[in-house]
């Protein structure tokens, strides 16, 4: 397992060094000057000329980026001036509420979807099959920023129950911060509870159909038994594959999800940065969400040799 880690590790680095290329060539082929940004529309040519020199923007494209990269091998993102701060310290302050949003919302998505996907299957072409998938396509066909409105409509201005925006740190109160997260993170898994409830009924119908559980039922073993200790083990690899992919797609929702509910997470910091030109902050940003992508398909892969005894053989 190992072995597989350290390969995985080592693929990753030319994906890694895609995105880079692709984040500092966005940037520097978008039109509009930060300098003329942040000294403002009086500022004089002189005071643009200074900051654009404080800012390294008079270099080739070419120096700035062996810059960049210098400083990427010393663990630097670069500095922001409009936050006056490191990209690395103000992505590492935000990282822990968008990667609380997205593991809480895959999650919940999981403990509701895989029960709901191993039902619809051993009720297959019955009722519960049909309400289930019928549920689970509804969830993936509305957008998780609606879903985010209607809940904050709902249960934070009908029924008074949660509040509709804002943060409170874990550290600071448990309660209070699953109280905040709670909504963001109900849409998020609304919205993946679809794709990882139909997998597993396609999962668990293929693997019910297979002579080893054929033969458990043959045994005596009680329906739900065999689907929850036999069918269910033996699906988890496509399982672990849609959830995998949901994990990804629970990032990307929480750049919108983050908007909505006033999150200070990773995302709202990067539309900010957009907005106002912000460069470091945005090749820093793009860099992190590709390496959490990066650690994510690891885990995924070791998850599989887990959850496979024939992938533990052929290593």
């Known amino acids: 397992m190992l072995r597989v880690a350290i390969w995985r590790l080592l693929a990753a680095v030319p994906v890694l ?5 692709v984040s500092f060539g966005l940037t520097t082929l978008v039109p509009g000057d930060l300098a003329t940004e942040m000294a403002g529309s009086t500022a004089s040519a002189a005071e643009v000329a200074r900051i654009r020199t404080e800012l390294g923007l008079d270099q080739p494209p070419l120096l700035r980026m062996a810059s960049w990269y210098a400083g990427l091998l010393h663990g630097d993102l670069g500095h922001s001036v409009l936050l006056n701060q490191g990209v690395g310290q103000a992505i590492l302050q935000r990282l822990p509420v968008t990667l609380s949003l997205a593991c809480l919302g895959l999650g919940v998505a999981c403990l509701i979807g895989i029960p709901t996907g191993l039902l619809a299957a051993a009720k297959a072409r019955r009722w ?4 289930a998938m019928a549920g689970a396509l509804v969830g993936l066909s509305l957008p998780d920023f609606w879903l985010g409105l209607m809940l904050i409509w709902l249960l934070g201005v009908k029924l008074h129950w949660l509040p509709t925006g804002g943060f409170v740190a874990f ?3 448990p309660l209070g911060w ?3 997260i709670a909504m963001p993170a109900g849409a998020l898994a609304l919205t993946q509870l679809g794709p990882i409830a139909r997998m597993t009924r396609s999962a668990a119908l293929e693997v019910a159909s297979s002579d080893f559980i054929r033969t458990a039922r043959a045994k005596g073993l009680t329906e739900p038994r065999v689907f929850a200790r036999h069918v269910l ?3 988890m690899v496509p399982i672990l594959t849609v959830a995998g992919i ?3 797609l629970s990032l990307g929702g929480a750049l919108v999800i983050e908007q909505v509910f006033s999150l200070p997470g990773v995302g709202r910091l990067v539309i900010g940065a957009v907005l106002r030109r912000d460069w470091p902050v945005i090749q820093g940003g793009l860099l992190v969400t590709a390496m959490v992508f990066v650690v994510v398909n690891l885990i995924v892969d ?10 533990r053989s052929s290593i």
């Open 17 to 21: 060094l895609v995105v880079s290329l």
């Open 128 to 131: 519960p099959d049909q309400a």
């Open 171 to 173: 550290t600071d109160s």
């Open 178 to 180: 699953l109280r905040a």
């Open 233 to 235: 083990a033996a699906s």
């Open 246 to 248: 949901g994990f990804g």
């Open 302 to 311: 070791l998850l599989y040799i887990w959850a496979d005894p024939r992938l």
